[in-house]
């Protein structure tokens, strides 16, 4: 009788064991799934906006040049995209700050939360 209690107390030992253990190894592979997803679209978004940011800058030029000409006087079309460029500056800083933790709340909790 008391055999059968140690040898199932000894059985309930080996499984909480492996339990943990299998546990914990989940855990670590889970935790590695996600950093590698945050790290690839990390990754991502900066190729993606490093060559919308060389777009942008071409365009930007583009379209300076093209309103300095029409006016007369290259400089001030630089100053005019320059100008624009600051608005949209202010206008975000103002009032895109809700926007902006919006989307990065709803873009993170999709890559942590949904697997």
């Not at 989940?26 to 945050?38: D, E, P, R, V």
């Amino acid at each position: 009788m008391f055999e059968k209690i140690t040898d199932n107390v000894e059985d309930v030992q080996e499984n909480l064991e492996s339990y943990i253990k299998n546990l914990i190894d989940y855990h670590t592979l889970n935790i590695y799934k996600k950093t590698t997803k945050l790290l690839v679209s990390v990754l991502r978004l900066s190729i993606l906006g490093g060559f919308a940011l060389l777009f942008l800058f071409f365009i930007s030029f583009g379209a300076a040049y093209i309103i300095g000409e029409s006016l007369g006087n290259i400089g001030n079309g630089f100053f005019i995209v320059a100008g624009f460029y600051f608005i949209i500056f202010l206008l975000v800083a103002l009032f895109g700050r809700k926007q902006l933790e919006k989307r990065v709340l709803q873009s993170t909790s999709k890559t942590f939360f949904n697997d």
